[in-house]
């Protein structure tokens, strides 16, 4: 059989009994998080724009646009509670993929719209985790990355169309063939700075949701869609496709992974954060008071190739002549520590474009005192921990692909490299990281349960008058391997909603009970009024 075909035969006969209780707990904290997210969002320019130009257009419909209540048809509902979803790049991922955006607002837009039972409805969530993250991970050795594989949305749209609608396998694997015949991809200069950032699940999980109806419809796809060697996904979206990442379905489940980030921003940041929240604790223990951004003479983060990588992508769309935007903000690593610095917190509304603007002086000149430097100890964690799943990917790879990747590295991320770090260090250093990875006793997708998700970061701050501390975080709060996973999304969700208390406490437990009362019931709590 086809890639195509394995995925439609696993998503048709999966139920919802067949998926564990552990993954169908975080999967709803994931609807936690994502809702929560959307509310981060109330006050983003883009995000708004997006919804006030599809007001221009939207007819009543029967799915709620979260947050505001409207409601309109259900692809109008997704692209604006999408774009919300991302605005903040205050998301949750997983091992690999941001799959929220897709997965959970298509899923909540046919659950109250249709009608379809809860447990249908959060078993399609699950479905499109799984094969979204996995497609991910199958091209991460390629050209796009992360927030950057928006064609996972598309799939997963996909799929979630596909299981609810109840159709057929081969209708399935034609679903999922035509949701990639015209993969989208972002590219940097759009997604790093400007608002255009927010539209990058929206639209692919909307062609997703399309696609699946095309296919119950009849019309064809691809069934080599992904294997063909000319012009197949994995010929144009990897240097080294890894196909074995869609392999265990139902055996290894990658929702086993979910994040759920403590901060709005891009997930490199927040080990980061979390440090210097410790550190900022301390000073405060010390002094009686909170650290004043006067006071800071020098800030060094220390980090791997990930976070470096995204500070590196983000510098060229920061100008000192233009304001701060939340979008050109979250993948910087001294204007986030700036942000958490000059408020004393680092939430939603930290980043609304009105605290962004009066505080900007503040912010700018702390990013200033600011030095991100790359460390190979936390880079060689990185990929043991992420390459140890994948059973020693890195070691099994052959000189001509690893001279591909070099030269993709080099092509595709980070223009200037201000760290220091260059193509002959990363190559220098390849058979150590093969090494490291290919030494981990972890089998190919033997198992996610015990999966860690390391992003090291090491933060040290100098004051005036010449004290110094110091903290490290090697997982981030709300990732595996951190306790209390789950309630982070709650906390999260608590923090960021705007509503009463007792609707807010309401909506949370509707989540944690998801499959007791109709998805409509629980959308409601969501929207005001």
């Known amino acids: 059989m086809t890639v195509v075909e394995t ?44 919804h006030r130009a599809v007001q221009g257009w939207a007819a009543p419909g029967p799915a709620s646009v979260l947050g505001s209540g409207e409601r309109w048809s259900i692809h109008d509902a997704v692209l604006v509670n999408s774009a919300r979803s991302m605005a903040l790049d205050y998301d949750d991922y997983l091992y690999m993929g941001h799959t929220g955006h897709s997965a959970v607002l298509a899923g909540l837009a046919l659950g109250e719209a249709e009608g379809h039972a809860p447990k249908d409805v959060l078993s399609a969530m699950v479905l499109a985790n799984e094969i979204g993250g996995r497609v991910g991970a199958s091209a991460v ?69 399309q696609a699946a109806a095309f296919a119950r419809e009849g019309m064809t796809g691809a069934r080599e869609i992904f294997e063909h060697r000319r012009k197949g996904f994995w010929a144009s979206f990897s240097w080294a496709p890894l196909p074995k990442m869609l392999s265990r379905l139902g055996e290894a489940w990658v929702s086993d992974t979910l994040a759920f980030k403590r901060y709005p921003g891009c997930a490199y940041i927040d080990t980061t954060l979390d440090a210097l929240f410790m550190v900022l604790d301390e000073v405060r223990a010390e002094t009686g008071g909170a650290l004043r951004a006067e006071d800071v003479k020098r800030v060094v983060v220390d980090a791997s190739l990930l976070s470096v990588e995204m500070d590196n992508l983000s510098s060229e ?34 980043l609304s474009q009105g605290t962004l603007d009066a505080s900007t002086a503040v912010i ?65 250093e390849w058979s150590t990281l093969a090494k490291m990875a290919g030494s981990s006793r972890g089998r190919p997708l033997r198992d996610f349960t015990g999966f860690r998700m390391v992003f090291p970061a090491r933060v040290s701050i100098e004051t005036g008058d010449g004290r110094r501390y110091h903290a490290r975080q090697d997982v981030p709060i709300g990732a595996p391997g951190q306790p209390g996973r789950v309630e982070a999304a709650y906390e999260k969700l608590a923090r960021e909603t705007d ?31």
């Open 364 to 428: 700018r000149e702390l990013a200033a005192k600011t030095e991100l430097r790359h460390d190979w100890g936390m880079t060689l964690a990185v990929v043991r921990a992420f390459d140890g799943v994948a059973g020693g990917t890195l070691k099994a790879l052959r000189p001509g692909q690893i001279a591909g990747l070099v030269a993709g590295y080099r092509k595709q991320l980070g223009g200037k490299k201000r760290t220091g770090l260059h193509a002959r260090g990363l190559l220098g």
């Open 499 to 529: 509503l009463p208390a007792d609707r807010a406490r309401s909506l949370a437990a509707a989540l944690r009970d998801f499959e007791a009362r109709p998805v409509a019931e629980t959308v409601r709590l969501a929207c005001p009024g």
């Open 7 to 50: 995925l439609a035969d696993w998503v048709c006969a999966t139920r919802y009994d067949d998926v564990p209780e552990r993954v169908r707990e975080l999967t709803r904290a994931q609807v936690a998080s994502v809702i929560a997210a959307i509310f981060a969002s109330a006050h983003s320019r883009d995000a708004g724009a997006v």
């Open 317 to 350: 769309h920061v100008r000192a002549d233009e304001p701060l935007s939340p979008v050109n903000v979250n993948f910087s690593i001294p204007f986030n520590v700036a942000i958490a610095i000059a408020l004393g917190a680092h939430h939603g509304r930290a």
């Open 141 to 209: 050795l390629g050209p796009q990355n992360g927030q950057a594989w928006s064609f996972i949305h598309a799939i997963e749209g996909a799929v979630v169309g596909s299981k609810l609608w109840r159709l057929s396998r081969a209708q399935t694997a034609h679903a999922l063939a035509i949701a990639l015949y015209q993969p989208t991809f972002t590219l940097w200069p759009g997604f790093m700075g400007p608002g255009s950032k927010v539209l990058t699940a929206a639209h692919p999980t909307i062609v997703g949701l």
